[in-house]
């Protein structure tokens, strides 16, 4: 206890002082990861090394980024900033960091991307802008990209793809692409040409969507496809041998639709495609059961996969009548078969 009336050093004062609040989210000198989840940052954190590698601002306040926000750091690799309330960014934003390999966007505001706003990041292979306000592609936005293999652009706002008689097709430079993921978008067709370029092209998400149609050629652009998703669409109708193109698919999902008749590739060597035809109304007559019995899918929710007609097979298992190895027909009162109409 200090004797009464003794003053206390100066420097001993300002020790016991409480100090202010600290700024959010401060680098370390040397780091090459930095990561900050502060919910009240509100200016992307300057000063950091120019060893960082990764950077992660996620789930905060930030609204808005400087163009100078990446300058110093030449070895960013990459750059996730999720979950923020991004409305707009740089034109110049990424020209600092042309290492660049990995971007998500996810979560933000962002209604539209400056045109060039990808020029000089060749080496990106991971770009995410899901769950944006995106309505429209542009074409700009993908001509740098070579090495892109993962496009994101689900939950967004889109409208349309641009078909391939625009100058030029939206996705025609991205010949490396191995997966895109346009689901859960406003699209209500595909104009034929709208995947032109994507050779490489294995996954491809359309769920959620509005489809009531495709072309027939929409598939003929993407013939190293292995997954493709249709699911919960409006589709009424395939058209013949849209699949044909795709030797190689495994997995096709065309659940929730409103198809009564179906379409599949041929079949290949190799393992049975996985196919989910769950929640149609199916006519459970001679093309649709000799289809299945004939290309010999691996039929998954085969309880959701029901006959809606004709009416001696409605709310049947679709694969339990074609298993049974029935043809369609209706048969007369002595047993025999009614020739089809």
């Given at each position: 206890m200090?004797?009464?009336?003794?003053?206390?050093?100066?420097?001993?004062?300002?020790?016991?002082?409480?100090?202010?609040?600290?700024?959010?989210?401060s680098p370390q000198p040397n780091a090459t990861h930095f990561i900050c989840t502060e919910p009240t940052l509100s200016t992307f954190p300057s000063g950091l090394p120019?060893?960082?590698?990764?950077i992660s601002v996620e789930f905060t306040a930030l609204a808005a980024l400087l163009p100078t926000a990446l300058a110093g750091l030449p070895q960013l690799q990459e750059l996730h900033l999720s979950s923020n309330r991004l409305t707009t960014l740089p034109e110049a934003l990424l020209r600092p960091v042309p290492t660049l390999r990995v971007l998500d966007l996810t979560d933000n505001l962002l209604a539209d991307l400056p045109a060039g706003i990808f020029t000089g990041t060749g080496h990106l292979?991971?770009?995410?802008?899901?769950?944006?306000?995106?309505?429209?592609?542009?074409?700009?936005?993908?001509?740098?990209?070579?090495?892109?293999?993962?496009?994101?652009l689900a939950a967004n706002a889109l409208a349309e793809v641009p078909p391939a008689?625009?100058?030029?097709?939206?996705?025609?430079?991205?010949?490396?692409?191995?997966?895109?993921?346009?689901?859960?978008?406003?699209?209500?067709?595909?104009?034929?040409?709208a995947l032109a370029g994507l050779r490489a092209l294995q996954g491809l998400g359309l769920e959620g969507n509005r489809l009531g149609t495709l072309p027939p050629t929409t598939f003929v652009?993407?013939?190293?496809?292995?997954?493709?998703?249709?699911?919960?669409?409006?589709?009424?109708?395939?058209?013949?041998?849209?699949?044909?193109?795709?030797?190689?698919?495994?997995?096709?999902?065309?659940a929730h639709n409103r198809l009564r008749a179906l379409?599949?590739?041929l079949r290949s060597p190799g393992p049975a495609l996985d196919l989910d035809i769950?929640?149609?109304?199916?006519?459970?007559?001679?093309?649709?059961?000799?289809?299945?019995?004939?290309?010999?899918?691996?039929?998954?929710?085969?309880?959701d996969t029901l006959c809606?007609?004709?009416?001696?097979?409605?709310?049947?298992?679709?694969?339990a009548v074609s298993q049974a190895g029935d043809t369609g027909c209706e048969t007369k009162g002595d047993g025999q078969r009614l020739p089809d109409p």
């Open positions: 200090m004797p009464s009336g003794r003053i206390l050093p100066p420097l001993l004062l300002l020790l016991l002082l409480p100090l202010g609040p600290a700024a959010p989210c120019t060893t960082t590698l990764a292979q991971h770009l995410v802008l899901q769950g944006n306000l995106l309505q429209a592609l542009q074409p700009a936005w993908f001509q740098h990209l070579p090495q892109l293999h993962w496009l994101n008689g625009s100058c030029p097709a939206v996705f025609h430079a991205l010949h490396s692409l191995r997966s895109l993921d346009l689901s859960r978008n406003r699209l209500a067709s595909l104009a034929p040409g652009p993407v013939p190293a496809l292995r997954f493709l998703f249709l699911q919960g669409n409006e589709l009424r109708a395939l058209p013949a041998g849209i699949f044909v193109p795709l030797r190689h698919l495994r997995v096709l999902d065309l379409e599949l590739p769950s929640g149609n109304p199916w006519v459970c007559e001679r093309p649709l059961l000799a289809l299945l019995r004939r290309a010999a899918p691996r039929l998954t929710t085969t309880h809606a007609s004709p009416m001696r097979y409605r709310g049947q298992e679709v694969a």
